[in-house]
């Protein structure tokens, strides 16, 4: 592609997958919406959860940024009280932050997935996030809604 003129990707065009047992627990979808280019150190995903389903606990290399675009995205950082965002919101990870995200236990969720890259990488997936884990989380954020 030239970098002196604007493209569009059509929807779809840069295909997606299921999220695999490794990386993610429950039904996620994941739909590429733009990749990396020589000017752009970045790729973008639209990332759709079943209810209870949840990525594992992972880093960005560069940062992340979700914008909720339907439902319910719970995110959990160790240490940290979990927290609800719904649509429109947007969740800012820094760089080497651990931390998990997913749909409730009452609601689908998606969102827009912008992660940067440094060297080429952006993801580093850790462990799975336990059923005990997930519900405690599930416990803080909604306690922290009802306040």
Known sequence: MATDSQSITKSGELGGFEGNSQNFSGKVKVSMMFKSE???EMIGALVEFDKNARSAWHTHTAGQTL???E???LT???GQKASIAKKGDVI???PNVKHFHGATDSSKGAH???TQEKNGKNTNWLELVSNIEYKEALSEAKSRSVR
Do not use: D
Request: hydrophobic share 45%.
């Open 67 to 69: 914008i909720v675009t």
């Open 92 to 94: 800012s990870c820094p």
């Open 71 to 73: 439902g319910e995205i």
């Open 76 to 78: 959990k950082v160790p």
């Open 38 to 40: 020589s000017w752009r």
């Open 112 to 114: 827009i997935a912008i």
